[in-house]
């Protein structure tokens, strides 16, 4: 006991409470840090992951329209006129309607009435509604507009948690969207507007529309080239299928 007679006890217990201090702060630090970066890590990553996601929609360079032949095709609400070719196999099913070229190729339309709608997922979500803003939610367009806006430059490091949200949201929406095909282009027409996702002549030869029409329904529609070896229609035979979408009348 005589050897620690000197040793002030009150200076040992600043000293304690100085280092489980210390301790606390750096814990915190790293805490917060954490949280800082996460969002641009998750960003980053994912975008090496899929490296499309940075690309942002251009303009169709080639706005021509082909000659469609007169026969129109109808699904669920609206029809288009088919390219002037001949077709081996149509079925319009409740879930999906297919078209398939007599020499290759498919056309693909899903049913725009679908049970999952993400519009009204977000907006029962008053956290996520606030993050993603009024703006982004007022129509499934709108939000895929958003979407296809998102990169991962807007997601910054420096940034506190609630100023990366609504791009990590968007950007982290956009990867379930943007996949394989490339570029991004924004098609519109009378009754149409949306994407357009990858190039007709460039292979695979895929090309997938969303498009919305003008009471914000949303048609998925993917078109296959013969087997990924070579082309089934041309840019001017798209446009002009998305400009002939119209309303079926009701008898």
């Not at 339309?109 to 606030?130: E, I, T």
Request: hydrophobic share 45%; net charge positive; with cysteine.
């Amino acid at each position: 006991m005589e050897k620690w007679s000197h040793v002030s006890w009150k200076r040992v217990a600043f000293a304690l409470l100085i280092v489980f201090g210390s301790l606390g702060v750096i814990v915190g630090i790293d805490a917060v840090l954490e949280q800082q970066l996460a969002p641009w890590l998750a960003a980053r990553d994912l975008c090496r992951d899929n490296p499309h996601l940075n690309l942002l929609p251009i303009a169709i360079q080639d706005k021509s329209q082909a000659r469609l032949s007169d026969e129109r095709f109808g699904f669920n609400g609206f029809s288009f006129q088919t390219p002037s070719k001949k077709f081996d196999f149509k079925r319009n099913g409740k879930g999906i309607s297919v078209l398939t070229f007599e020499d290759g190729g498919t056309i693909i339309v899903f049913n725009p009435v679908q049970d999952f709608d993400p519009l009204k997922l977000m907006r029962s979500d008053a956290r996520l509604a606030r993050t993603l803003g009024p703006e982004v939610i007022r129509s499934n367009y709108a939000l895929m507009a958003a979407e296809m806006a998102a990169t991962s430059d807007q997601v910054k490091w420096w940034r506190t948690p609630g100023q990366n949200a609504r791009s990590s949201t968007l950007l982290a929406m956009k990867n379930l969207v943007v996949l394989h095909l490339a570029p991004i282009y924004s098609i519109a027409s009378d009754e149409m507007h949306g994407f357009q996702f990858g190039n007709p002549a460039i292979a695979p030869y895929t090309v997938e529309l969303d498009l919305f029409d003008r009471n914000d329904r949303r048609y998925q529609i993917i078109i296959n080239g013969r087997g990924g070896h070579s082309p089934v229609l041309t840019q001017p035979e798209i446009n002009a299928m998305v400009a002939s979408f119209r309303p079926i009348p009701h008898s």
